[in-house]
């Protein structure tokens, strides 16, 4: 007798679970759960596009920089068969978005003698520019166009000897003269990026001052150095590849509906 109960037992549990598989408002249900957690995890999938996308349109970011530059100092200071003299920067960069970045750079150029109008002169620029930026195919280079404004801390000892310009510059022969200039920065340059968080840039400047002899086209200089990103306030997210374990899991649990 128990064995008949047994029997007819398992012969129930297996029409049963045949009737529910068959059964036509349950396949509907399994259906619509799996349309709905496709369709939940295809929003969820955009939104983590949408926040990619909004951090890499905003990617905030304060960053250091120092390298080297040739200046000419000043055309308006007399010509001479070689212009150019090294000098040392330090940057500090401010960005944003991903298409504008400030900058304030401070450059200190080498003692220099322009002989034999001017001895032991001393000059220094600080400059505060803005960069137009724009990138490449989305790739490791950024270049851009600079504007900004400069001035220029000059000093030196003025000998007054065969200054072209002694009718204009009314200073007395052999004393020292100090003086700011101030104008406007144009220029270009580029950034490439070598590792995480560090860049190389390399650009062309061209200075338009107001000096005591003229007002025009001053100083063109070339810089070349190194960035470094301190803070990142957007940082992009992290994706981690599903393994072998989640996909299969994944793959059973859409078989069991």
């Known amino acids: 007798m128990n064995k008949k109960l047994f029997f007819i037992l398992i012969l129930f549990s297996f029409f049963f679970k045949d009737f529910a598989q068959s059964n036509p408002s349950q396949l509907f249900q399994n259906k619509e759960a799996k349309k709905n957690r496709k369709a939940n995890q295809e929003q969820a999938n955009n939104n983590l596009k949408k926040d990619t996308a909004s951090n890499e349109d905003k990617p905030t970011r304060i960053q250091i920089g120092g390298g080297g530059l040739y200046t000419s100092l000043n055309f308006f200071k007399n010509a001479q068969a070689f212009t150019y003299y090294p000098a040392y920067s330090a940057r500090l960069y401010f960005r944003p978005t991903n298409f504008l970045q400030f900058v304030v750079d401070y450059s200190k150029v080498q003692q220099v003698n322009i002989v034999p109008t001017w001895l032991n002169v001393h000059n220094t620029y600080l400059d505060v520019d803005a960069h137009l930026l724009m990138h490449p195919n989305q790739g490791k280079a950024t ?98 590849k599903p393994g072998k374990h989640f996909k299969w899991i994944k793959g059973k649990s859409e078989r069991n509906f």
């Open 143 to 240: 270049v851009y166009f600079i504007l900004g404004f400069s001035s220029q801390f000059w000093k030196g000892v003025y000998t007054g000897i065969d200054d072209y310009n002694y009718y204009v510059l009314h200073v007395k022969h052999n004393t020292d003269y100090k003086t700011v200039y101030y104008g406007v920065s144009l220029g270009f340059g580029f950034e490439y990026s070598i590792i995480k968080r560090l860049d190389v840039y390399g650009e062309v400047r061209y200075r338009i001052t107001k000096t005591d002899v003229g007002f025009g086209l001053s100083d063109v200089c070339y810089g070349a150095g190194l960035k470094y990103t301190l803070f990142d306030f957007h940082p992009k997210p992290v994706y981690n």
